[in-house]
C-alpha cells in the first residue's frame, strides 16, 4: 500500500487486515521502490498523487524492472476518478484504479 496520508493508510490497512491481506506500506513511491526490491508482492495499491515521487512516475519505474518484478499488478488508488485521469493511470501503467474514498464492498 503506497499512500502518503496517515488516515489514507489506515484506513485502508484496516480494510485489509479484514480480509486476512499481510500489508506493507511506504509513504511515497521512492520508498516503495526501495522496498519492491527486496520483497515480491501479489498486487501495489498505488496513490497517484504523493510527495517526493508520485504514483505515475513510481509505476514508470516499476515498469521498468526486472522480471518479475515490472509485472505486479497495480491498482491505482485516486481521488479524481474522471475519463481523463483514468486514462492517465492507464497510460502510466497500471492496471486498474480505485477511486477514493472507497468501501470494502
Known amino acids: 500500500l503506497v499512500e ?4 489514507n493508510r489506515l484506513y485502508a490497512k484496516s480494510i ?4 486476512q491481506c499481510h500489508t506493507d506500506t511506504a509513504e511515497n513511491g521512492l520508498v516503495s521502490i526501495e522496498q519492491i526490491k527486496n520483497f515480491r508482492y ?10 517526493v515521487m508520485d504514483g505515475y512516475e513510481t509505476t514508470k519505474a516499476i515498469r521498468m524492472m526486472d522480471e518479475p518484478l515490472c509485472n505486479t499488478p ?8 474522471t475519463k481523463a485521469d483514468v486514462e492517465k493511470c492507464l497510460a502510466a501503467g497500471m492496471d486498474d484504479y480505485l477511486a477514493k474514498p472507497f468501501t470494502p464492498e
Open 4 to 7: 502518503d496520508n496517515d488516515i
Open 16 to 19: 485489509l487486515k479484514n480480509w
Open 42 to 51: 501479489d498486487v501495489i495499491l498505488m496513490d497517484v498523487q504523493m510527495p
Open 74 to 81: 497495480i491498482i491505482a488508488l485516486t481521488a479524481n476518478a
